[in-house]
């Protein structure tokens, strides 16, 4: 099993930045994937972005050129650079963990998820 635990939430203003944390433990090596998914209210959980062990990363178009997606190995830490934040990106932000063998844009592509954090952005 592998265990996530997200930090970095929180309020900030529209045009903000917010950095996500996101530290694995447990069977880490399991994992060829780490992603990030959001869920607004009301709303289905949305793919946000994921890095894979090869450092291949992939983004939401809502968020591609705003967002950063990293990890830091040593660490067993994903990273989730939030920049130019909108409104729009208010949600709880869910990091996943996944074994890479369906693609990493979907939720069934992750074996593991976190409790999230949640982000508000205000206008």
């Known amino acids: 099993q592998v265990q996530l635990v997200e930090s970095g939430g929180g309020l900030v203003q529209a045009g903000g930045s917010l950095r996500l944390s996101c530290a694995a433990s447990?069977?880490?090596?399991?994992?060829?994937?780490m992603g990030w998914f959001r869920q607004a209210p009301g709303k289905e959980r949305e793919f946000v972005a994921a890095?894979?062990?090869?450092?291949?990363?992939y983004y939401a178009n809502a968020v591609r050129g705003r967002f950063t997606i990293s990890e830091d190995n040593t660490k067993n830490t994903v990273y989730l650079q939030m920049s130019s934040l909108k409104p729009e990106d208010t949600a709880v932000y869910y990091c996943?963990?996944?074994?890479?063998?369906?693609?990493?844009?979907?939720?069934?592509?992750?074996?593991?998820w976190g409790q999230g954090t949640e982000v508000t952005v205000s206008s």
């Open positions: 996943a963990g996944g074994h890479g063998r369906s693609s990493p844009l979907i939720r069934g592509g992750y074996n593991y």
């Open positions: 447990g069977r880490t090596f399991s994992t060829y994937v």
């Open positions: 890095i894979t062990r090869a450092g291949s990363t």
